[in-house]
């Protein structure tokens, strides 16, 4: 029997990802596919609060199984700053380029660099809640590396590689990923999972 899921995204190379590492049996639709082209809204101030409240708002209007994620970049000497934040660290138009600088410039002199992605994805599966988590550890290097992916990814050295996410090849990348990690765990929690029959 194949189950069907949606994920909450516009974001065309996430859900091709997601199909990508997904068994056949799972039909992942993405929010186009059922005709969802609102605002959704996401004003929480957690990553556990935003990725629920996606899936939540999809499951809720759309009575269909749903799963959202939201990522942050954490980094120690700011608290954990940029984290929900991070696509609009600089500003309201989510500019990568501008948040990279901000960031920089915060770290300035700073000796201690060491952060983390973080990805939570929020499955709402017959109308329950599950939470699955995807970190990589790192740090923020002073100049950007490499010309590959998006966000922030040329000042990210992630743990035990000598590279910036923006040197891997793609494919290298989103294996490692904090949202390929994330999504794994769905995906193994899913294949366990039994449906109740009532
Ligand atoms: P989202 O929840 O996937 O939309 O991610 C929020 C923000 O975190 C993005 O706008 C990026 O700035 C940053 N981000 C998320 N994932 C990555 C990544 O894999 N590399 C670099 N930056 C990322």
């Known amino acids: 029997m194949i189950e069907k899921f949606v994920f909450a995204t516009n974001n065309q190379h996430k859900l ?21 082209f609102e605002d959704i809204p996401e004003n929480q101030n ?11 708002y999809v499951f809720e209007k759309y009575n269909i199984n749903c799963f959202a994620d939201d990522t942050g970049l954490e ?46 994805v929020a499955l709402v599966l017959d109308g329950k809640e599950y939470f699955f988590e995807g970190i990589v550890e790192g740090e923020i290097i ?38 390929a990690i994330a999504i794994q765990k769905m995906l193994y929690f899913l294949r366990h999972y039994q449906h109740s029959s009532n």
Do not use: W
Not at 18 to 29: D, K, S, T
Not at 46 to 53: F, H, I, R, V, W
Not at 88 to 114: H, M, V, W
């Open 142 to 179: 002073e100049q950007r590396k490499g010309e590959g992916g998006f966000g922030y990814d040329a000042v990210f050295m992630p743990e035990g590689l000598n590279a910036t996410f923006a040197e891997l090849p793609p494919l290298v990348k989103n294996s490692i990923s904090h949202r």
């Open 16 to 36: 091709e990802e997601v199909r990508e590492i997904a068994e056949e049996r799972f039909e992942i639709m993405g929010l186009k596919d059922i005709n969802c």
């Open 75 to 120: 980094v120690d000497a700011l608290n954990g700053a940029p984290g929900v934040y991070s696509a609009r660290y600089a500003g309201q138009d989510k500019n990568s380029e501008d948040n990279i600088d901000k960031l920089l410039n915060e770290l300035k002199d700073l000796p201690f660099r060491k952060a983390r992605f973080r990805t939570v």
């Open 46 to 56: 957690t990553l556990e609060g935003n990725s629920l409240q996606k899936a939540r």
